[in-house]
């Protein structure tokens, strides 16, 4: 066969297998055109989830009738003239290539009324071929009404999905678009029934309304500018994680992207407080100047290649993870927690007497108060059980003040449930810590902070401890002896297949020795030293903080609970321990009156 020129229409239709993938792929070309035209509300009807019908009307400022066949013509826009404007091109569209493309592969009519003609104008087309425009009725701004998609090419239409599936793609697009543009008015309709209506609001309220109440809940609002890089929205705090990614919106410049850079950025921001089974939810809006950013890289322009793309993912990730690592004490309090009640509301609790002495009491909290002035830090040391024997005179529990806005963040200690729990009173209601998943994390923290200031305090070993270990492994930590006591390991090679241990971190003091040292082998053995300290170094240090943090079942006293709290408060990250799993509750007083079915 010879080579010869491919007449427009198949070039069209050979460019709606890229462009014109699903009902949902036209159904947003088509709205883009209805923002870039400045409308102010625009109207989507479905049939059989778009492969029926899509008919998409706006109030924008509609196209003048000698512009219509224009329109539906290949590489014909209003939006670009030369290649500076395509190097900072600001609108949606561009290309000139969609709105052909779907007319190539369906029944179109495109009906319009320019800002200033005396009536509308409309052209329709069946598959590439036009007919002249002719006069219409309507006010001002363009109505498109696509039928039959893929009429002319079964092959492709064999490989959609069920109705429901492609009108789930055709509902995320308009919520989607919905999200980026809440001055706009939505409204989609299916096969005559509504199915979602939105006025124009505040972008708060559009957030609520389209993602829903629980991610409004559970949103932080994120605000970071660095230059002309701006970055808005809200990401979830990582409690709230699920293991889907579908509440997963970027938005670069008001166009919905998906954008491995960024998903990367975001998730190493939640990686220190994330499950590893679960992703973070966000709805973010970057804002950079055109020419920063290049859309052209493929005809659905959903990819994107920035010009600085370590730039824009460092300020990315820093933007995030220092939100995620705010203290409890810096953080606003859960957003589903009811707002303060009177302080009449608030007595101060009565507890049953802990047998411990008042002296006694202090001295053991004292070793507790959060010092931030201190160059170390330390750990939370749990006294021995043989201090709360009976008979000794109770000491009252500590009170709330009577008035709330006293009551630090997570309240003050009530009492342990199970060895497990500690149950705290505070403004909003009652919290539930994990002390263990808690007092990790703030071990996890201090000893980061420790090795980022290259001053972690080793504490040592009365008598040095032997344990037989593999060959190996006594092999491999003896060039790096020295790095090991860098972290607070004091190791000494005794033979081929045993190791002392002489000195720990002081900040792991109360743990086990042997278990410390058989945790550090055994990431030596799996992932070499040098690797370990470096690429690895907080999976170690997270290691190190679950052997050295206060054990499940183990009875602590109200000064203890309490030291706790306010270490929380003061530890970055403290909303999570350090694989993921939160460490505290807030359940509110409404909650619990709810439960008690109390004022009804």
Known sequence: M????????????????????????????ILEN??????????????????????????????????????????????????????????????????ASIASVTHIQLTSRHAGSDH????????????????????????????????????????????????????????????????????????GRAQLRLKAEAAAARVRHVLGEAFERHAVAVDAAAGALRVAGWVVRPAAATASRDAQHVFVNGRYVRDKLIVHALR????????????????????????????????????????????VHQFLYHAVERLLAAPVAAAAAPAAAPGPRPPSAYPPPRQAAMPLQVGEAMAFYAPFAVTAASEQGG??????????????PAAPAEALPSDPSGVPPLGYALGQLHGIYVLAQNAQGLVLVDMHAAHERVVYEKLKAAL????VPAQALLIPVALTADPRE???????????????????ITSPNSVAVRAVPALLKNADPVELTRAVLAEIAEFGVARLLAERRNELLATLACHGAVRANRTL??????????????????????????????????ELDAMFMRGR
């Not at 055109?290 to 730039?311: L, M, Q, W, Y």
Request: aromatic letters at 6%.
């Open 379 to 392: 750990p939370l040391n749990v006294p021995p059980l043989s201090v709360l024997g009976a008979g000794n």
């Open 2 to 29: 010879s080579i010869q020129i491919l007449p427009d229409v198949l070039i069209s239709q050979i460019a709606a297998g890229e462009v014109v993938e699903r009902p949902a792929a036209a159904l947003k070309e």
């Open 452 to 455: 980022d200031r290259r001053a």
């Open 34 to 99: 209805s923002l870039d035209a400045g409308a102010r509300a625009i109207e989507v009807e479905l049939e059989q989830g778009g492969v029926k019908r899509i008919r998409v009307s706006d109030d924008g400022v509609g196209i003048p009738r000698d512009e219509l066949a224009l329109a539906l013509t290949r590489h014909a826009t209003s939006k670009i003239a030369t290649l500076a404007d395509l190097e900072q091109v600001a609108s949606l569209g561009f290309r000139g290539e969609a709105l």
């Open 557 to 590: 006293s109200v000064p203890e609970m309490n030291a706790l709290l306010r270490e929380m408060e003061a530890t970055e990250r403290a909303g999570q321990c350090n694989h993921g799993r939160p460490t505290w509750f807030q359940l509110g007083l409404d």
């Open 474 to 492: 006594v092999a491999e930590i003896a060039p790096h002896l020295d790095q090991l006591r860098g972290i607070g390991f004091e190791l000494s």
């Open 268 to 311: 190493e921001a939640y990686r220190d407080v994330l499950h590893h089974q679960l992703n973070p939810a966000y709805c973010l809006f970057i804002e950079l100047p055109p020419e920063r950013v290049d859309v052209n890289v493929h005809p659905a322009k959903t990819e994107i290649r920035f010009r600085d793309s370590r730039g």
């Open 120 to 191: 509308a104008w409309t052209i329709e087309a069946d598959g590439g071929q036009l007919r002249p425009p002719s006069p219409a009725a309507r006010s001002g701004g363009t109505t498109i009404d696509i039928q039959d998609l893929f009429f002319n090419t079964p092959a492709r239409r064999k490989f959609l999905k069920t109705e429901a599936t492609e009108y789930a793609h055709c509902a995320e697009t308009v919520r989607r678009l919905a999200l980026a543009w809440p001055q706009v008015a939505f409204s989609l309709v299916h096969n």
